[in-house]
């Protein structure tokens, strides 16, 4: 009886595994076809105005201001990239903003903030933005963003990705802040927040903001941004990144807090690695 019960003990625990077993592949090959399914219908849900219009768009930014409306940027087969603006009722259907705001790329619709010039610290492209809606900001300021700016550099080791800031009344017409909060070496307006010193680790680009206002925080600190901060890796075409953290009273004069950024810290100052 022992060893009879001891079988049927083993049978069930095969017929358990084997259940488990098949009802994980069952369910993981339901989830692919279900998003096959739908990517099938409903992506990319944005694209390229024309065939030769450029060679990639991304970094989406969406908010829902009674429609949804998102910046994105594109880039063009000289790899510059400027920023576009989109609106959708149910976020599928978008329709590209039909004017065009960037007179160094006339002929590309939609784009609404433009690189600056060759000598910019923004020059070659602009992207990777954050947008808020400001509800106690002047009308002409209601919209406004933080957006990445690379300079025009030909060699990827020397180029600089910093900061810029620009406001707008509706999100279409963009208005880059008149100053350059980034030092004598950088020309060109829009500039807020600027690279590190030499050795830090955010000396290379400060990019890809994400603000937002906290009605809670102290005025000195309403607009809290965390950012990418990379120093370039020498020896190798990459750049080492990690996250940083600032505030701000008005979104313009930024303040590290936490000088080394947002994770621990080694015995050099700079950041481990995750």
Known sequence: MSGCGQKNKCNMLVCFFTLLLFSGCASHELKQNYQKQNREK???????????DGIHIGSPYVIFDG?????YFESAR??????GYATSRDGKKWQRYKGNNCITRPSSPGCVLDIGNSSSW???QVYGM?????????????YKMWYTGVDDNPSFQKQKWRTGYATSPDGIIWKKYPGNNCGTHTNGAGCVFDIGRPRDWDYDVTAAPSVIIDADAL?????????????YNKGEPRHICRIGYATSPDGIAWRVIVKSGVWPVDSSGGLIDC
């Open 219 to 231: 005025p000195s600190e309403k607009f809290k941004m965390w950012y990418e901060g990379c120093v």
């Open 67 to 71: 429609i949804y409306k998102m910046w």
């Open 78 to 83: 000289d790899n510059t990239r400027r920023i």
């Open 130 to 142: 954050s947008v808020l809606i400001d509800p106690g900001a002047p009308v002409s300021e209601k």
């Open 42 to 52: 409903t992506n990319p849900v944005f694209s390229f105005a024309s065939s030769d």
């Open 122 to 124: 923004d020059g070659k």
